[in-house]
């Protein structure tokens, strides 16, 4: 089946830093991918939609300015999370629409457990 | 107003008792509904998508009301597996594969 994959799986980074994520989609080629933020006991919430090849739509909310997201190829997104702050520690988790089915077919990653100290 | 909205439970039950959660999608527009399941600190994963006709998959039933604009899952038979957190999704505009998650039903399934 398809798989999608996240490095680092979990990171601790200090207040100010920067924090890149991966997102690698490894047997598909998926034009879009999306990331998501879900804090404890809370609903995944959109972040953006991640487009190959041109600038990633935001959700309402969203600075793009501190999330830069770019999908430089067919099989890779990465967020980073700049100047990071305790209040931007979460879960982060991608995932790819797989091309050739329907459209509302996506595959998860395992996400990027953040924590800024 | 939150697109999605579930109760977030827990809901605690014996292994072999009949389940059943409900979510409420507030876009009308919304094209496709699923249900995933997601263990403690894990991605989530699809249980099942969700047609106007209602589907079924072995113990778990889904049903869709537009009108009411609900969707329902329904889990015979509970196994002590199926504990987890039940998540109602909606996607949006068509075309767009823009998910809008629920926040959750917990349940919990006991010896």
């Known amino acids: 089946g398809a798989v999608v994959s996240q490095h680092p799986s979990w990171v601790i980074c200090k207040s100010g830093t920067s924090v890149k994520i991966e997102c690698r989609s490894l047997d598909f080629q998926a034009t879009t991918m999306f990331w998501y933020r879900q804090f404890p006991k809370q609903s995944l919430m959109l972040m953006a939609t991640?487009?190959?090849?041109?600038?990633?739509?935001?959700e309402q909310g969203v600075e793009k300015d501190k999330f830069l997201i770019n999908h430089a190829s067919l099989t890779l997104s990465t967020l980073t999370v700049t100047s990071a702050h305790p209040e931007d520690s979460s879960f982060y988790i991608c995932?790819?629409?797989?091309?050739?089915?329907?459209?509302?077919?996506?595959?998860f990653g395992p996400g990027t457990r953040l924590t800024v100290l | 107003r939150k697109e999605v909205e579930q109760d977030p439970g827990p809901f605690n039950v014996p292994e072999g008792a009949t389940v059943a959660f409900n979510c409420t999608y507030s876009?009308?527009?919304?094209?496709?509904f699923f249900w995933y399941r997601q263990d403690c600190r894990k991605e989530p994963k699809l249980l099942m998508s969700?047609?106007?006709s209602g589907n079924e998959d072995g113990r778990f039933t889904a049903q869709l009301n537009r009108a009411s604009q609900y969707i329902s899952l329904l889990i015979r038979d509970s196994k002590l597996s199926d504990s987890a957190t039940y998540l109602c999704v909606a996607m949006g505009e068509y075309n767009f594969n823009k998910f809008y998650f629920g926040s959750g039903t917990k349940l919990n399934v006991k010896p």
């Open positions: 991640s487009n190959e090849g041109s600038k990633a739509t935001y």
């Open positions: 969700v047609y106007s």
């Open positions: 876009n009308s527009a919304s094209q496709s």
């Open positions: 995932s790819a629409a797989r091309p050739g089915t329907r459209t509302d077919t996506q595959y």
